[in-house]
């Protein structure tokens, strides 16, 4: 099992620029999460995603940030445009719908200069 | 407001010691905790999950308490090694539904190092 996989693992880029961060779940996983980690604020929830379809976005921090899952093995999460405050680790999870345990990818860092 | 506390907010132990962790939380209604292990630079790995029917759980040296009418719960690491050393997280989930469909309150987590 390859576990949750995300890439790129490092993004350097410049403010203003569009920025796509990817997520492969957990084969057989139909429950997706994109979590935002910082030193000031910790992990947050920015959205979940049950069967593909968008449950709860209500940690998304501005229209600059939008989240799709056009399949079962496939998620983006895009920041257009980037801002240096968003540099941070940004996380995917999955687990079984109904199952309480997550499983978390390596992360994405993001630097925003 | 739903609310997670953890302390302390860093500890410092010599391996083979044993420590404990607390995570206090005001999350209403109450689903599950959750304690996490987060690696330097990996992701958060689940040790523990606890129902508000279970009071305790061990995954090895880990072993976790919920009390459930204080709202706290502590995480007992036994006889540390080094490999220890990493963030430990406490997750609580509110809402009547299991997996996604909870909504999370996550802490800052307690940084742990453990030295010879």
């Known amino acids: 099992d390859a576990g949750v996989i995300q890439s790129p693992r490092h993004e350097v880029t410049e403010m203003g620029q569009e920025v796509t961060l990817r997520c492969k779940p957990i084969?057989?996983?139909?429950?997706l999460f994109w979590y935002r980690q910082t030193m000031m604020r910790g992990l947050e929830l920015l959205i979940y995603?049950?069967?593909?379809?968008?449950?709860?976005d209500s940690g998304m921090p501005e229209d600059r940030f939008s989240a799709k899952m056009p399949n079962a093995s496939f998620s983006t999460l895009k920041i257009q445009p980037s801002e240096p405050r968003d540099s941070a680790v940004y996380f995917c999870?999955?687990?079984?719908?109904?199952?309480?345990?997550?499983?978390f990818g390596p992360g994405t860092r993001l630097t925003v200069l | 407001k739903n609310q997670v506390e953890q302390s302390p907010q860093s500890l410092i132990i010599l391996e083979g010691k044993n420590c404990t962790l607390q995570?206090?939380?005001?999350?209403?209604?109450?689903?599950?905790l959750r304690w996490y292990k987060q690696d330097t630079g990996r992701g958060p790995v689940s040790l523990t999950i606890?129902?508000?029917?279970?009071n305790t759980k061990s995954n090895g040296r880990y072993t976790a308490t919920l009390d459930a009418d204080t709202k706290q719960s502590s995480l007992h690491i036994t006889a540390s090694q080094l490999s220890d050393s990493a963030s430990y997280i406490c997750?609580?989930?509110?809402?009547?539904?299991?997996?996604?469909?909870?909504?999370?309150?996550f802490g800052t987590g307690t940084q742990l190092k453990v030295e010879l």
């Open positions: 995570c206090n939380y005001t999350v209403s209604p109450f689903s599950n």
């Open positions: 999870a999955s687990s079984l719908l109904g199952h309480n345990e997550q499983f």
């Open positions: 995603f049950n069967n593909n379809v968008p449950i709860d």
């Open positions: 606890m129902t508000f029917s279970e």
């Open positions: 997750v609580v989930s509110a809402g009547g539904l299991t997996g996604g469909g909870n909504k999370l309150t």
């Open positions: 084969s057989g996983h139909n429950s």
